[in-house]
């Protein structure tokens, strides 16, 4: 299947400061990624669509000023947590879609992230 | 109540059992059915991917999905150790990836040699 990589796999900040976290689609080019937020023995939840060349969708509840995505090219997309604090300690995890159609097939995810604000 | 529901386990089995994942789900609207496999620290892996109601095969492993309950299983044979994971459900109403999945909570399981 299609790889997408994500950096750091980890990180510890400091309350307060901002961390941006990668995800590249190594062997294809996405015009679609997703990112989602895993807390702790639950599940994944959507949190933003980023969309090549465009502003991201954001979900309900979701802080856009607080969660900055930024997809300037077909391969990468980065989603800046700024001014964190403890509670935004978390997994983040991304996808990306290979095509425009098949569903779920076609969404690859990345290893994930593990943010420990302190 | 969640859409879509998913023990969350752990379960735990000796190595060669057969393992039975369920979920059930409330939204009839749900016709594509995914299960994903996912190691601790790491991102989901698709294992099975099924379209309405009916069974599909893949090795080891058998996706179940009977829309007229609103149930889906996944069937493990033989385990083995390396199947020990989280397993997610995931479903979708339409065609259109990413933003149209809907998460099941995620089962533990756990493989004993």
């Known amino acids: 299947g299609a790889v997408v990589s994500q950096h750091p796999s980890w990180v510890i900040c400091k309350s307060g400061t901002s961390v941006k976290i990668e995800c590249r689609s190594l062997?294809?080019?996405?015009?679609?990624m997703f990112w989602y937020r895993q807390f702790p023995k639950q599940s994944l939840m959507l949190m933003a669509t980023?969309?090549?060349?465009?502003?991201?969708?954001?979900e309900q509840g979701v802080e856009k000023d607080k969660f900055l995505i930024n997809h300037a090219s077909l391969t990468l997309s980065t989603l800046t947590v700024t001014s964190a604090h403890p509670e935004d300690s978390s997994f983040y995890i991304c996808?990306?879609?290979?095509?425009?159609?098949?569903?779920?097939?076609?969404?690859?995810f990345g290893e994930g992230s593990r943010l420990t604000v302190l | 109540q969640k859409e879509v529901e998913q023990d969350p386990g752990p379960l735990s089995v000796p190595e060669g059992a057969i393992v039975s994942l369920n979920c059930t789900y409330s939204?009839?609207?749900?016709?594509?059915f995914m299960w994903y496999r996912q190691y601790s620290r790491k991102g989901p892996e698709l294992l099975m991917y099924?379209?309405?109601?009916g069974n599909k095969e893949d090795g080891r492993f058998t996706a179940q999905v009977d829309k007229s309950s609103k149930y889906i299983s996944l069937f493990i044979r033989d385990s083995q150790p390396s199947d020990s994971a989280t397993y997610l459900c995931?479903?979708?109403?339409?065609?259109?990836?990413?933003?149209?999945?809907?998460f099941g909570g995620g089962t533990r399981l756990m493989v004993k040699p």
């Open positions: 980023s969309n090549e060349g465009s502003k991201a969708t954001y």
């Open positions: 099924t379209y309405s109601s």
């Open positions: 062997d294809f080019q996405a015009t679609t």
């Open positions: 939204n009839s609207a749900f016709q594509y």
């Open positions: 995931a479903m979708s109403k339409d065609n259109n990836a990413g933003n149209m999945l809907t």
């Open positions: 996808s990306a879609r290979v095509g425009v159609t098949g569903g779920g097939r076609e969404l690859f």
